[in-house]
């Protein structure tokens, strides 16, 4: 892939993960963490120390199907190795399902143009899918369709974001999609957008949930997004029900051979070891 490269090469990984045993994707000590794990397993294969940097910095117990991380190796062969035996390293609970030379330019949080996450309802119990939401209880499918596509376009979202999570710079996002794909007794709530807060999308859901159940009305979606204040929505949905679906980015940024103008040698990146950096995506 990429050709013979004779000095530093970014790499994008994409990831599968169930989230059910871990305390989140960013690494923690004496915990067992996604990003922990990728990093000891790259470790293991070069022979060094490695940072990798993901696309959305997921909580204790979500999900993941379209995680995306990227990592600098020193040369081609570095990647050879983690091409050929990363996934087989890593444990049974990630999925390394790609792994490619990209672009130098090319950084998992800044580069992306949209995410899109699942979360995914049962309107009753089924021991046989652990990663959901059971509700025990029927749903007003057309209030909660309905409510939903208020959520769409951009708005403050600062109701429905963590409290001490709230940015400085503005808590508005571009949603382009937030819709109810229903069957049967199971609901998936797809939502997408250019950014999200800490537990959007769960208390996203919570919310909506509410509605279908008669505790709020329709109109409260848009009561609660001119709040702006955190106890005006509803309830914070479990994270066992959320996957971070899909990760979009420019297509030119997937060339390893492009350069931006102010390109230096791939290298260290200050946002990989700053747990606190404002770029950093929490679900």
């Given at each position: ?56 910095r997921t909580d204790a117990g979500v999900h993941a199907r379209g995680q995306v991380a990227h990592l600098d190796l020193a040369h081609a062969g570095e990647f050879e190795r983690i091409e050929r035996a990363l996934d087989r390293r890593v444990p049974d609970d990630i ?9 130098p330019a090319f950084h998992a949080i800044r580069s992306a143009t949209a995410r899109r996450y699942h979360y995914h309802l049962l309107s009753g119990p089924d021991l046989f899918q652990p990663f959901v939401w059971h509700l025990h209880r029927k749903l007003d499918r ?142």
């Amino acid at each position: 892939m990429g050709g013979a490269v004779n000095h530093g090469v970014r790499v994008r990984l994409d990831l599968h993960y169930a989230g059910a045993n871990f305390s989140g994707w960013q690494e923690q000590p004496n915990l067992r963490t996604v990003q922990g794990e990728i990093k000891r397993a790259v470790s293991y294969l070069i022979g060094r120390p490695v940072n990798v940097t993901g696309a959305g910095r997921t909580d204790a117990g979500v999900h993941a199907r379209g995680q995306v991380a990227h990592l600098d190796l020193a040369h081609a062969g570095e990647f050879e190795r983690i091409e050929r035996a990363l996934d087989r390293r890593v444990p049974d609970d990630i999925r390394v399902t790609r792994a490619r030379i990209v672009s130098p330019a090319f950084h998992a949080i800044r580069s992306a143009t949209a995410r899109r996450y699942h979360y995914h309802l049962l309107s009753g119990p089924d021991l046989f899918q652990p990663f959901v939401w059971h509700l025990h209880r029927k749903l007003d499918r057309t209030r909660m369709d309905e409510a939903a596509a208020i959520f769409t376009g951009e708005h403050d979202f600062s109701s429905f974001c963590k409290t001490s999570s709230l940015k400085d710079d503005g808590n508005r996002c571009r949603i382009d999609l937030c819709a109810f794909e229903w069957a049967g007794d199971s609901a998936i709530l797809k939502v997408r957008g250019n950014r999200f807060l800490h537990h959007m999308v769960r208390i996203l859901t919570g919310t909506l949930v509410e509605i279908g159940r008669g505790q709020r009305p329709v109109q409260d979606a848009e009561r609660i997004l001119a709040a702006r204040d955190r106890s005006a929505a509803g309830y914070m949905a479990p994270a066992a029900g959320l996957f971070l679906e899909e990760v979009t980015y420019p297509d030119f940024l997937l060339d390893p051979d492009y350069r931006e103008p102010d390109d230096t040698d791939v290298g260290s990146d200050p946002t990989d070891s700053d747990p606190e950096s404002p770029t950093k995506e929490i679900s």
